[in-house]
C-alpha cells in the first residue's frame, strides 16, 4: 500500500507531462500550417505580380486547389454607357484598352448604333432602360450587365464605367487572388465611412461599405448567384427604391447588409477622382483601373508619365499611356518611345 502510494506520480509530474505533450502537438500543428501555406504560394501563384493593396486582407483568399487559373477568358466585362459618350469615351476606349480583351467587353448603353456595332463585333447593348443620371436608370442598366453575367458560364463579372482605363493584365493578376467559387465583391470604397441609409422594409437605419461603380467593381460568380434575387433585371430596381439610392450604392446594401459578405477594398482601383495626375509615375503601370477628369489641367503640356503626348490629340494621356505599355494593341503609333525608367 505505501509502495503504491510512492509509485503514483505526484499531480505535479502528471501537469508537467499533459503540458509537454499539448506543447508537442501545438508546435506541430503550427509549422503544418506554415509549409501549407507556402506550397500554397509556390504552387498556385509561381508567375503572378506582388500582392495588390488590399486594404481589409480578405479571408477567402484562393486556397489550393486543382481548378485552372483564372484567364481573361473567364472574365465579363460590362462598360456602362450613354448615347452622348459614343464618339468620346467609347471611341478612347476602342483607341486603347478594348483592344486587351475584344471578346470580353460589353458596352451597355441606352441607344442602338450600327457604326460602333460593327466596330466591336455586336458588343454593344442596348439596354432599353433610357438615357439619363436618374436612379431608376442606372440601375435598370446595372440590372442589366449583372443579367447578362448571369447567363454566361464566367468566373467573374466586372463593370467599369466609360471614363475609365482598365489595365486587363492586371485585373486577371487580381482576380487570380480570389476564388471565383467564394463570394467576392471587390472595389474601390467611395466613402471613408459605412454609408448610413434607411431601409424602407424594415424602417431602420442600416449601414454598409459600398464600392464605388466609378472606380470598376468586381463580383466573383458565387456571389452573383446569391445576388439574383436582390439584383436581377426583374428585381434590381424595386431594390434600388427600398433603399433610394443609386445602383452602387444599392449593391453595397445588397451585399454587406442582405447578405452579411464584405467588401475587399482595394487600393489599385481608381475612379476619375484618382486620375493619372495622382498616381506616382512608377506605380502607375500597377494600378487596375483609373481615370481621367478633362478638367484636371495637370494632364494638360506636361504629360505625366514623363512624356510629351505620345499620340496626337491625347488630352487624357490616356492613349499615350497605352501605346506605351501595350504596343501593338488598340490605335498606336509606329514608333513610340521607351517606357519611362520605373521608380
Ligand atoms: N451614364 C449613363 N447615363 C447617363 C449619364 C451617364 O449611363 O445619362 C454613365 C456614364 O456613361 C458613365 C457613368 O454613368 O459610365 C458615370 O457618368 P459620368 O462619368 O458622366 O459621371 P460621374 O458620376 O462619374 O461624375
Ligand atoms: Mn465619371
Redesign the pocket.
Known amino acids: 500500500m505505501e509502495y503504491a502510494k510512492k509509485m503514483r506520480p505526484s499531480p505535479r509530474k502528471v501537469l508537467c507531462v499533459v503540458m509537454y505533450f499539448a506543447s508537442a502537438a501545438f508546435i506541430c500543428f503550427i509549422t503544418r500550417g506554415i509549409y501549407l501555406r507556402f506550397d500554397y504560394k509556390r504552387v498556385i501563384f509561381p508567375a503572378a505580380e506582388p500582392l495588390v493593396c488590399n486594404r481589409n486582407r480578405s479571408v477567402h483568399r484562393r486556397p489550393p486547389g486543382t481548378e485552372s487559373k483564372t484567364e481573361i477568358s473567364d472574365v465579363f466585362i460590362g462598360?456602362?454607357?450613354?448615347r452622348?459618350?459614343h464618339s468620346s469615351?467609347l471611341q478612347l476606349i476602342l483607341d486603347t484598352w478594348y483592344s486587351l480583351a475584344p471578346e470580353e467587353i460589353y458596352f451597355f448603353t441606352?441607344v442602338d448604333d450600327s457604326s460602333l456595332q460593327e466596330k466591336t463585333n455586336g458588343h454593344i447593348v442596348n439596354t432599353g432602360c433610357g438615357?439619363?443620371?436618374a436612379m431608376p436608370?442606372?440601375c435598370c442598366?446595372l440590372s442589366i450587365i449583372i443579367s447578362m453575367f448571369h447567363e454566361t458560364g464566367k468566373r467573374w463579372l466586372c463593370h467599369v464605367?466609360?471614363?475609365n482605363y482598365l489595365n486587363v493584365p492586371n485585373l486577371v493578376n487580381l482576380l487570380r487572388q480570389y476564388d471565383h467559387n467564394q463570394d467576392h465583391y471587390i472595389g474601390r470604397e467611395s466613402l471613408p465611412k459605412p454609408k448610413v441609409v434607411v431601409d424602407s422594409a424594415i424602417r431602420k437605419e442600416v449601414q454598409f461599405w459600398f464600392a464605388t461603380?466609378?472606380a470598376g467593381v468586381c463580383y466573383s460568380r458565387a456571389l452573383i448567384s446569391k445576388m439574383m434575387i436582390y439584383a436581377s433585371k426583374e428585381n434590381f430596381q424595386k431594390t434600388c427604391a427600398r433603399i433610394g439610392q443609386p445602383d452602387d450604392v444599392t449593391i453595397g446594401f445588397i451585399v454587406e447588409s442582405l447578405l452579411n459578405r464584405t467588401l475587399t477594398k482595394v487600393c489599385t482601383l481608381n475612379?476619375?477622382l484618382q486620375t493619372m495626375a495622382d498616381i506616382p509615375v512608377g506605380e502607375q503601370k500597377k494600378q487596375v483601373t483609373f481615370g481621367y477628369d478633362l478638367k484636371d489641367l495637370r494632364l494638360k503640356g506636361v504629360n505625366v508619365i514623363n512624356m510629351t503626348a505620345v499620340v496626337n490629340d491625347d488630352p487624357t494621356r490616356l492613349k499615350s499611356f497605352h501605346c506605351t505599355f501595350f504596343r501593338g494593341y488598340g490605335n498606336c503609333p509606329e514608333i513610340i518611345p521607351e517606357p519611362p525608367p520605373a521608380n
Open positions: 462598360v456602362k454607357t450613354t452622348k459618350y469615351r441606352d438615357q439619363g443620371y436608370i442606372l442598366k464605367d466609360d471614363d461603380g466609378g475612379s476619375h
